[in-house]
Structure formats: C-alpha cells, structure tokens
Nanobody, 122 residues
Framework: QVQLKESGGGLVQAGGSLRLSCTFS??????VAWFRQPPGREREFVAA????????SYASFAKGRFVISREYGQNTLYLQMNFLKPEDTAVYYC?????????????????WGQGTQVTVYS
C-alpha cells in the first residue's frame, strides 16, 4: 500500500499563507486529495486532483483561497493556502484513491497520511 507523508504545517497569523506538501512512496493511485479535521469536528474535504489529467475539485470554503497541485515526476502533492483564517485551523491530511474519479467523501480514499497541524491565530 502506498505510504503518504505530509509536511509544511505550522503556526501562521490570519491573512498569511502556508504550503503543505505530501509525498507518496509509489504511484499506485489515480486521484489524490486534501482533507482536514478541525478541533472537535468531523474530517472534511478540502480539494482533490486527478494525478494524470490534473482535473480539480474544491470545497466551497477553499475556492479562491487554496490551490491544489502536484509534481507529477516527484510523486508530490501540494496545497497552497492563502488568506488563512482562524477557522482554517485543523489537522490536514492527504489521501489517495485507485480511481480517476475525484470524490469528496473520506470513505472513497484508500490511503491516508498521518496529518500535519495548521494553526491560524488572529
């Protein structure tokens, strides 16, 4: 099973930016995504992308602020987060699935990373 590892989380002031990265041990998947889990809440979809075609999907709160991208030859996924708000505070996870169809629910994904903490203060 593919191994995923996130990095790039941290503490940032509201209005600032962060770029999260996720590296994959091997490319045995077809679409990848970012999810997040705010304190005391369920894990929620952030953004997804098909690995080869680059088609994207975003949660409404992410549109216009977050950008998902991938480095095809490096097996690396990114999430550029701009204009961060305190409500963006969460553990962010990357996930992969063995299907080209982009999905927004957690159950559709086969592999998960351990997560990286993002804290936005006002």
């Amino acid at each position: 099973q593919v191994q995923l590892k996130e990095s790039g989380g941290g503490l940032v002031q509201a209005g600032g930016s962060l770029r999260l990265s996720c590296t994959f041990s091997e490319r045995t998947f077809y679409s990848v995504a970012w999810f997040r889990q705010p304190p005391g809440r369920e894990r929620e979809f952030v953004a997804a992308i098909t690995w080869t075609g680059g088609s994207t999907s975003y949660a409404s709160f992410a549109k216009g602020r977050f950008v998902i991208s991938r480095e095809y030859g490096q097996n690396t996924l990114y999430l550029q987060m701009n204009f961060l708000k305190p409500e963006d505070t969460a553990v962010y996870y990357c996930a992969a699935r063995n299907d080209v169809v982009v999905m927004q629910h957690t159950g559709a994904y086969d592999s998960w990373g351990q997560g990286t903490q993002v804290t936005v203060y006002s």
